[in-house]
């Protein structure tokens, strides 16, 4: 395999406009989160950037940085107008997507997700944590992955995402966390796909490629990376990066 990181990132935010630019001890959020990601060491790390702002930002940390359509849906869009710029002759054959607002983000997950594909029959990589709280169980803001793993398996195929409590009885539940790893063939395919039904009623992007008979394994990871989404959760970035 041979790997490209691609972080999408915009600047509009409903909870917290500007958020790739935010200032945590004297650098960008954004340029946080490509130094996680170049700390993974899984291979060129690039910004997929919806605006000009964000370009110089990461550029003047020493990242590369592509600007791409503002109007674009979804990150999976971005990455792939990015990867076609900075990789026309189709080098990478997997494609990493890491979200730009986990700048506390641990590096061995990149590895993890990207080493999901190994596996020749696996589409698509992505990652879980196992649900401790009793308050995120029926919380729809937190999706679970529906798939057979336990104490035992540390990887599984992925049988559905939902934002319902899932699955019924007793056993673990499992908190998705959305990062992926995509074949460029799969990610190709899947933003050619028109969106599924299941997708547009969950408000679940992954769902397209499930609906379309793509395979998603999931990994079992410790813990759930904070994703910057709002004035507190920008503090406690700060706090954990002091």
Known sequence: MNPIVIVPARMASTRLPGKPLADIHGKAMIVHVMD???????????????????????????YQAVLTDP????????????????????????????????????PALVRTVAGLLDNADVDIGTLVAEITEDAERTNPNVVKCVAPLDDTHTAARALYFTRATAPHGDGPLWHHIGIYAYRRAAL?????????????????????????????????????????????????????LA
């Open 36 to 62: 996680r990601a170049a700390e993974a060491n899984c291979g060129p790390v690039v910004c997929a950037a919806a605006e000009a702002e964000i370009i110089d930002a990461v550029t003047d940390a020493g």
């Open 71 to 106: 109007d674009h849906p979804s990150g999976s869009d971005r990455i792939f107008e990015a990867l076609n710029i900075c990789d026309p002759d189709g080098a990478h054959d997997v494609i990493v997507n890491l979200q730009g607002d986990l700048p506390t983000l641990d």
């Open 188 to 240: 190709s395919r899947f933003v050619s796909l028109p969106p599924g039904m299941l997708e547009q009623r969950e408000k679940l992007e992954q769902l397209r490629a499930l609906e379309s008979g793509m395979r998603i394994d999931a990994a079992r990871v410790d813990t759930v990376p904070l994703g910057v989404d709002t004035p507190a959760d920008l503090d406690r970035a700060r706090t954990l």
